[in-house]
């Protein structure tokens, strides 16, 4: 079956930092990629999303890139912020029918000043 | 995009007891979706919330436990049944308001004593 497989946190980083979160996965067909953000005590928010390979997502200074070859969609950005501190979901959309989301385990981020 | 609420945001309840929850979507949309989101973990599909016929439940979830109604386009409610401490999640609703595009409520805080 589908599965994600992220980098396992609490990721520790200062303030303008350079920030990536490695998700790799394993589908069948062509799958959609996001990345979803949970701060704290909130629900997850769509962060970025590329629909098939060599799409790059990007918002708010995120980005990342589907490569097909190596099956991943790592997270980057320049310059991480304390308010980046938060939890990051890597998921994919299978391309079948049915269309289930499978999440990866989160990677805990926690930016200091 | 699509603007999702949940009510109640957070709850105490004693076990053997049952709590409702209820989402609502500002558009209508085609397929809606209860997760769960165990403390630390990352997230679970419980059912797909079909309009007009019963729910469609994973693997390890029944209607005794969870049932969901999905009366319109824009509502649901998922109830967890008898609870038990193991139940203390937090339980998210979303909705697909268009292909390759998922978003998710604020979440349902349930702690179980």
């Known amino acids: 079956g589908d599965s994600v497989t992220q980098m396992e946190g609490p990721v520790t980083l200062s303030e303008e930092a350079f920030l990536t979160i490695n998700c790799t996965y394993t589908?069948?067909?062509?799958?959609?990629l996001f990345w979803y953000v949970q701060y704290p005590g909130e629900g997850l928010q769509l962060l970025l999303k590329?629909?098939?390979?060599?799409d790059k997502g990007s918002n708010k200074g995120f980005e990342a890139t589907y490569r097909k070859e190596t099956t991943s969609f790592h997270l980057e950005k320049g310059s991480v912020q304390v308010s980046d501190s938060a939890v990051y979901f890597c998921a994919l959309m299978n391309s079948g029918g049915y269309q289930k989301v499978t999440f990866g385990i989160g990677t805990k981020l926690q930016v200091i000043p | 995009s699509a603007v999702i609420s949940q009510k109640p945001s957070r709850d105490i309840c004693q076990r053997g007891t049952s709590l409702t929850i209820q989402c609502q979507v500002d558009?209508?949309?085609?397929?809606m979706f209860w997760y769960r989101q165990q403390p630390g973990q990352s997230l679970t599909l419980i059912a797909t919330a079909n309009q007009g016929s019963e729910a469609t439940y994973e693997s390890g979830f029944v209607i005794d436990k969870f049932p969901i109604s999905r009366p319109n386009l824009t509502f649901s409610t998922l109830t967890v049944s008898n609870m038990s401490p193991e139940d203390s999640s937090i339980y998210l609703c979303?909705?697909?308001?268009?292909?390759?595009?998922?978003?998710f409520g604020p979440g349902t805080r349930l702690l179980v004593l």
């Open positions: 558009s209508q949309v085609t397929m």
């Open positions: 979303s909705a697909r308001p268009g292909p390759e595009t998922q978003y």
């Open positions: 589908a069948t067909g062509y799958p959609s």
């Open positions: 590329a629909t098939k390979a060599d």
